[in-house]
């Protein structure tokens, strides 16, 4: 068993608190410490539902998606009123409040902080995520992302990153850190041993984080160092692995050679606890993952990911089954008394350090959302995009736009759907026309508009006729392809390429995918001068090398568009820096030969 120092880094107890903890554990049964060892996936609505969750499983924590700020509320009001020990309320607050709340604001992405080189700036994002989750009774964030974004193929990290550099990616995962806490939320950095080296995602396949032993302790450890250091309470293990750590330093266990994090207790005790230090809570990643999930038979990995080191299991496939199975590795010896008493202990210690132990409930779920999108808020959002948009290269020298010898902008969208977004989801058939129908008549939600839509706007009010170019199927390509080139190209001064490949779960590339026959490719890159616009992916200069002014805005949030209408005309200069590498370099071939 690890010791564990409550009263120093990141608990910083007093006895009070301890004695609380002890008490704690000496008055719950065997059933409500497993219990505490959960962290489920919840929903903001049915009452009854979540009441019926409490009951069963009485767990450590809840997980919430982005949802209406009273709903969010209403939620966590049943919740904490039906629980004996407050619950850690959780969200993956990685780009501003709108990680829980749909009313919150949308800061913009890690890597358009970083971009801007300005600290200040991840500082606020993270006093931003804790101010408005905390408005509503959330506090903890599944936040900062503090892998290092080396492999650009990699479909997960991207722009979640704070980029490429070690010392950008400690000092801003860092300065997130003091702007949650100083609004009175934990963190969870991850994940941890570092993603962002494989080019796959963990949520398909465990992945590996291919470092050597000491070019990850100048890297990932500088960077996991710098975030403990700056007291982060809790971590996430990834469904990654760390092979070179058992080459060098544990070959007295190599069938943990290729055993993911979340489930391997030479990285989670021997390099995170005692290399690193690391005295706070280890929370798995989902355990819906594949990366997890296929590691074995789940009756195993439940109990397993316990015994390893995590002090709670992120999800469940099936509450009843998963509860089952980690009682059952505690009756069989899996996970030991000892063990169970270390994860308890580091549970209560990370509540009593957010002094939920002697909070009322009107402390818990404030019922006024005073510090929602406040103007504060959008005012540090603006900046940011300012600062962080970045002119990658302009050897058209067609910047700024000028309406006088631009005015006719075509404006080509490629972009991936986001997956909450039910009314725009491709559906196909009748089956799907008959759905989106019902949706659109029985679903609320305002309609956003699309990101072409946006940029448009913003430049006709600028004095030009900016107009979409859309080839919605194989008959609009098909007509345009049989125009004369001149019809097509003559109706336009300049087009921009607008992209938004952006990070999603189980997503394998984050490359441009185009329609039948590819006439939305950039075919006329020689013939219109055109402006690659990127949204999102930092990377789509490599997809379309052809193109010869590309700007990088890694995010979509009002403030982005606004700032890159600004810049694209000249009324604001470029500011940002790229924060990770874009000169491309294929991997070498080597030809065998007999």
Not at 289 to 295: I, S, V
Request: hydrophobic residues 40%.
């Amino acid at each position: 068993m690890n010791s564990i120092d409550l009263k120093g880094n990141p608990f910083f107890l007093d006895d009070e608190q301890i004695k609380w903890i002890e008490d704690k554990k000496n008055s719950m049964s065997i059933g409500e410490k497993i219990g505490q060892l959960f962290f489920l996936l919840g929903s903001a609505t049915g009452k009854n539902k979540l009441k019926g969750v409490l009951q069963n499983i009485k767990p450590g924590g809840i997980m919430l998606r982005s949802t209406p700020v009273k709903e969010v509320s209403s939620a966590y009001r049943v919740l904490q009123r039906n629980t004996s020990i407050p619950l850690l309320l959780a969200a993956n607050l990685e780009t501003g409040g709108n990680g829980l709340i749909y009313e919150g604001t949308n800061f913009g992405s890690q890597m358009l902080s970083a971009a801007s080189g300005n600290v200040e700036n991840a500082y606020r994002m993270g006093l931003v995520c804790g101010k408005e989750a905390a408005a509503v009774g959330a506090n903890m964030a599944f936040a900062p992302v503090i892998d290092i974004d080396y492999n650009f193929k990699n479909p997960i990290v991207n722009v979640r990153s704070f980029g490429d550099d070690p010392e950008t990616v400690a000092e801003m995962g860092a300065a997130y850190i003091r702007g949650a806490h100083e609004a009175g939320l934990s963190v969870v950095v991850k994940h941890f041993p570092g993603d962002g080296t494989d080019g796959r995602d963990q949520h398909l396949v465990t992945t590996y984080n291919l470092l050597g032993v000491k070019d990850w302790i100048a890297t990932f450890g500088k960077v996991y160092r710098a975030c403990i250091e700056e007291g982060a309470r809790g971590l996430m293990a990834g469904h990654i692995g760390f092979p070179a750590y058992f080459d060098e330093n544990a070959a007295d266990h190599p069938e943990l050679r290729m055993s993911p994090a979340s489930l391997n207790p030479v990285l989670l005790n021997r390099l995170l606890r005692e290399d690193l230090g690391y005295n706070g809570l280890i929370l798995s990643d989902s355990s819906r993952m594949a990366g997890f999930g296929a590691a074995g038979k789940r009756r195993d990995l439940v109990p397993g990911a316990i015994a390893a080191g995590c002090d709670m299991f992120l999800f469940t496939r099936h509450p009843d089954d998963d509860y089952n199975s980690m009682m059952e590795g505690y009756k069989n010896g899996v996970i030991t008394k000892d063990r169970l008493d270390e994860a308890l202990t580091r549970i209560l210690a990370l509540k009593a350090s957010l002094k939920l132990n002697n909070k009322s409930l009107h402390e818990l779920v404030p019922d006024k959302f005073w510090s929602l999108n406040l103007a504060e808020h959008r005012r540090w959002a603006r900046e940011a995009a300012d600062q962080g948009i970045t002119l990658v290269k302009d050897d058209l020298n067609i910047l700024p736009l000028d309406p006088s010898k631009h005015r006719r902008i075509g404006i080509m969208y490629n972009g991936n759907r986001p997956p909450n977004d039910l009314l725009y989801r491709t559906i196909p058939g009748i089956k799907g026309f008959l759905m989106k129908t019902l949706l659109s008549l029985f679903f609320k939600r305002k309609k956003s508009p699309r990101p072409y839509e946006e940029l448009m706007g913003r430049l006709n009010v600028r004095g030009f006729e900016a107009s979409y170019c859309s080839f919605k199927d194989i008959l609009s390509v098909r007509a345009a392809m049989d125009k004369p080139l001149d019809e097509w190209t003559s109706q336009f001064d300049a087009i921009i390429f607008l992209a938004k490949w952006e990070v999603m779960s189980n997503q394998t590339s984050l490359q441009l995918q185009y329609k039948a026959m590819g006439f939305d490719t950039l075919w006329f890159a020689g013939e219109v001068p055109t402006i690659l616009v990127s949204l999102a992916n930092p990377y789509h200069g490599y997809d379309l090398s052809m193109v010869k002014t590309v700007i990088n805005a890694y995010s979509s949030t009002p403030e982005v568009y606004d700032a890159v209408a600004a810049k694209l005309t000249g009324e604001s200069a470029f500011k940002g820096v790229s924060p990770v590498e874009l000169e491309f370099k294929e991997p070498e071939i080597v030809i065998a030969r007999k």
